[in-house]
């Protein structure tokens, strides 16, 4: 017997069962695990694999093909099928012919495993690329053949660019790197390529809007049995804010200890202080009685004079140890900052010369500090003095007054809130960045020993921390400094 497009032909040619029914032909098509589908000319079901008739049901012989297909798709490609409990199934189909008959056979694939394979696929990359995102971490492969770069999302959005204009090369990375690292950069690249070693290096990278990001870069080089480099990949992670955060903690803790130092100094010197001041009692009241009982004309009346001049100047310097060591008297009065700050510029206009140009800008309706009136004085004084002192050939003083709102750990040792803030500056000397740290120490002065105890700003600091408050400075040397003292405002 053999088998034709029309059926089977016996040696008597005496007509049989189509050949899809032969016993072999339907052993064959139940074995496949494809779906098959057996369709006369008009497109109805003739037999079916075993695979094909578990999905749509065996009943479905003899019905329209093209009734299992949602939308009566065709059958090429890919499509959904009706399965027999009503699910919808995705499929991929394609149309064969048979033979020299007008018989037709469909060959489909169930694309179920595959989708579902496809969709974890992608919720694993989802998730992956979520993971980079939260690390601020990407990934980078570099052909070394070829040159071509390709980067994960994370590393675009690190650099600021944008995927679909960004030359991806080698040329085009080290354009993104900041001027003053791309030689470092590829210095350590190309090192590691020709040494075989992995490489891990810290960089900036200069974003098209002027920002500029601190990352840290790994990556290695695999090579052919011959030693040709192939293939580079790597990591790129943001680390600014990290970098941030330690020169911040760094700042805080040479801050705090710049703190402790001066709490334990201005224990030490107020204690002295008192005794000093009793010692400086008792001369001044002994040298007085002195010169009461001497009589008129004696020589050494003039020497008893100097030394109440010598020790009323060591008492005064006293008043000022005690000052940095506690607060004046009447320390939580309220005051309206305005009123006195008007009346220190009113005075220094009188004083300054005219070699100094003075500008104030003192607004009427800031709200009131807790502060004692004397004390806020003080500290406008002394850092005037401080501002003149600083420009001898002359300069500009801008002496302002303005309410601020800070956020937390702005200005370091003050909380979120409002404040007035005093800013005293001018255009003088400045200060060496290696002498800015210990402007607030006692009897540290830039000036010569002659010229100043080294006091004066060590007071206003002891004063505006005593009220809740804090001052800061800024200086460049040969552009000036800048002081501001921030006091919390009231209701």
């Given at each position: 017997m053999s088998l034709s497009p029309s059926g089977p032909v016996s040696a008597s040619a005496t007509p049989s069962a189509p050949w899809w029914d032969e016993p072999c032909a339907t052993s064959l098509l139940h074995a496949v695990s494809e779906l098959v589908f057996l369709l006369d000319a008009d497109g109805k079901i003739l037999t079916m694999s075993g695979s094909a008739a578990v999905l749509v049901g065996e009943g479905c012989v003899g019905a329209q093909f093209s009734a299992l297909v949602v939308g009566g798709a065709p059958t090429q490609g890919e499509a959904v099928l009706r399965a027999a409990g009503g699910a919808l199934v995705p499929v991929e189909l394609d149309l064969r012919p048979v033979g020299r008959g007008d018989a037709r056979l469909v060959v489909g694939r169930d694309l179920r495993a595959q989708r579902a394979l496809e969709q974890s696929l992608e919720r694993t990359l989802a998730r992956y690329r979520e993971a980079q995102r939260l690390a601020h971490l990407g990934h980078w492969e570099l052909d070394l053949v070829t040159q071509e770069l390709s980067w994960s999302e994370e590393i675009y959005r690190l650099f600021g660019l944008d995927p679909t204009r960004f030359g991806a090369?080698?040329?085009?990375?080290?354009?993104?790197?900041?001027?003053?690292?791309?030689?470092?950069?590829?210095?350590?690249?190309?090192?590691?390529?020709?040494?075989?070693?992995?490489?891990?290096?810290?960089?900036?990278?200069?974003?098209?809007?002027?920002?500029?990001?601190?990352?840290?870069?790994?990556?290695?080089?695999?090579?052919?049995?011959?030693?040709?480099?192939?293939?580079?990949?790597?990591?790129?992670q943001d680390i600014t804010a990290a970098r941030r955060a330690e020169q911040e903690r760094e700042r805080l803790t040479v801050r705090l200890a710049e703190a402790r130092k001066a709490e334990a100094l201005g224990t030490l010197v107020g204690g002295l202080a008192h005794d000093f001041n009793n010692l400086l009692t008792v001369i001044l009241g002994n040298t007085d009685l002195a010169i009461d009982g001497l009589s008129v004309g004696v020589p050494v009346e003039e020497d008893l004079r100097q030394v109440m001049i010598a020790a009323r100047r060591a008492r005064d310097i006293v008043e000022k140890i005690l000052l940095y060591h506690r607060p004046p008297p009447g320390a939580s009065s309220v005051t309206q900052p305005a009123v006195v700050i008007g009346e220190v510029v009113q005075s220094l206009r009188a004083s300054l010369g005219h070699r100094v140009e003075l500008r104030a800008q003192i607004p009427a309706d800031l709200p009131a500090v807790r502060i004692a009136g004397q004390a806020l004085h003080r500290v406008a004084v002394n850092l005037c003095s401080n501002a003149a002192t600083a420009m001898p050939q002359g300069g500009v003083l801008s002496l302002a007054l303005s309410q601020v709102q800070l956020s937390a750990d702005q200005v370091a040792g003050l909380p979120e809130g409002r404040f007035v803030c005093l800013t005293v500056e001018d255009t003088g000397t400045g200060i060496a960045p290696e002498r800015l740290g210990r402007i607030f120490d006692p009897y540290f002065t830039t000036r010569a020993m002659s010229e100043g105890a080294g006091l004066g700003l060590s007071v206003v600091y002891g004063l505006v921390r005593s009220h809740g408050g804090q001052a800061t400075v800024e200086s460049e040397q040969g552009r000036g400094t800048k002081v501001s003292v921030y006091l919390p405002a009231l209701s």
């Open positions: 090369s080698y040329e085009a990375f080290l354009s993104a790197i900041h001027p003053d690292d791309r030689e470092l950069v590829d210095r350590a690249f190309s090192a590691s390529v020709a040494g075989r070693h992995p490489y891990q290096i810290e960089h900036r990278v200069l974003l098209p809007d002027g920002t500029v990001r601190v990352v840290q870069e790994r990556g290695r080089t695999t090579y052919a049995d011959d030693g040709t480099p192939l293939r580079s990949i790597g990591t790129v």
